[in-house]
């Protein structure tokens, strides 16, 4: 998806893809379990066990993206950069709220209004169901909409060492909020205690690749490989020794974010910088794949949930794995093909109406696809 504040880079869409698919993964894996499928025993399956692990790669993507931003604009105007992540976020995130809130009006009260601003606490009415359920994630991602700009300002300012200072500090919070949350695991993995460090390793690596973008071009044959087995490895670490469990008190939940973000910015900064390209008609997909990989997260798990109630896991051999393997592809088309739906009719206008937040002159090819 092109921006009006920075030269579009589709190595940004290819990893948002990656990022929803990982997602997708994980949850079709849930359902495939659901319905009666053996585990996949090996821990190096941790991508798609535990493929929540795409979250953690767009929280460290949008602090990526928009430090770029920041440091090619200089300065950000707070109102238009607040009016632009109003257009892009909150036509479908409330079409999801609305949708949600239809499902459980049995249950609804005047104050579940409120959860608009935080679907990842409490009993939101988001929560309810696997329909909606991927909208937690929304209210942390726009919670660090609010304070980027001033982020952005302090960070230009102060340079590494003030995101530096902010990690530190995020380490103190999760360290006391540890002794006092019995369910840790669940405040880990879906309030700011445990996402906002994402965001400020983001941040990290794209101040890396501002000052030393050449050199890592340079050995991008070497550290886009090493990138990958880092983010493997973690995964794999994760399934061996604390698996997601909301009920669970684990300290290794106070270091995976970090450990998490730190792997999948080694590979932002990677792909980013390698300097061979995807073939043409695969590069197609991928770009297009990000571009409505918010339309994809959002809808993910109503398509995977909708198939598995009318369908089940259809036995083609026998095998259920295997089965879910055969399956696998017409449930990914489905989804594909209703979030290509959603992009055009509920975000695409809206994106539209985005103008530039910065200091520079917008960027002219991303005005007239805006435009289109």
């Known amino acids: ?9 589709p190595r940004i869409d290819q990893l948002r893809w990656l990022a929803a698919t990982l997602v997708f993964l994980f949850h ?38 928009f430090m770029q931003i920041a440091l090619h604009q200089q300065h950000l105007h707070y109102r238009d950069f607040m009016r632009n ?29 409120l959860y608009v601003l935080s679907t990842n606490l409490g009993l939101a009415p988001t929560s309810y169901t696997p329909v909606t359920g991927a909208a937690w994630s929304i209210s942390v991602e726009f919670t660090f909409y609010l304070v980027f700009p001033f982020l952005a300002r302090f960070t230009l300012e102060q340079g590494p060492r003030y995101l530096l200072k902010l990690l530190a500090l995020m380490v103190f919070f999760k360290l006391a909020a540890f002794t006092v949350n019995e369910k840790s695991t669940l405040m880990y993995f879906s309030t700011l205690v445990g996402r906002f460090d994402q965001f400020l390793i983001g941040m990290l690596a794209a101040l890396l690749v501002a000052r030393h973008g050449a050199a890592l071009r340079r050995y991008g044959n070497v550290l886009l490989p090493v990138a990958l087995a880092v983010v493997v490895f973690d995964s794999a670490l994760q399934s061996k020794f604390a698996k997601f469990d909301p009920a669970t008190h684990a300290t ?64 083609i051999t026998g095998d259920k794995l295997r089965d879910a393997l055969l399956w696998l592809p017409l449930v990914y088309g489905a989804t594909w093909a ?30 007239r696809m805006a435009a289109r």
């Open 28 to 65: 079709y894996y849930l359902e495939y379990r659901g319905q009666g499928g053996t585990p996949l025993a090996s821990n190096w399956f941790g991508l798609v066990t535990e493929g929540h692990t795409g979250v953690g790669l767009f929280f460290a993507l949008s602090g990526f993206l």
């Open 252 to 315: 290794f939940w106070i270091w995976w974010s970090m450990l998490e973000a730190a792997g999948w910015s080694l590979l932002i900064v990677a792909w980013t910088t390698f300097g061979k390209e995807l073939p043409k008609p695969l590069a197609r997909v991928l770009d297009h794949g990000g571009k409505i990989s918010f339309s994809f997260y959002l809808l993910h798990m109503a398509m995977i949930h909708l198939l598995a109630v009318n369908f089940g896991l259809p036995a």
């Open 85 to 113: 992540r109003c257009l892009r976020i909150l036509p479908l995130f409330l079409t999801i709220f609305m949708l949600a809130t239809a499902i459980g009006r049995d249950k609804f009260a005047p104050q579940d209004v």
């Open 338 to 367: 209703v979030s290509a739906l959603s992009y055009n009719v509920i975000e695409e206008p809206f994106l539209r109406l985005r103008r530039s937040y910065g200091d520079a002159k917008p960027v002219q090819a991303a005005a």
């Open 1 to 9: 998806m092109k921006s009006l504040n920075l030269p579009y880079n």
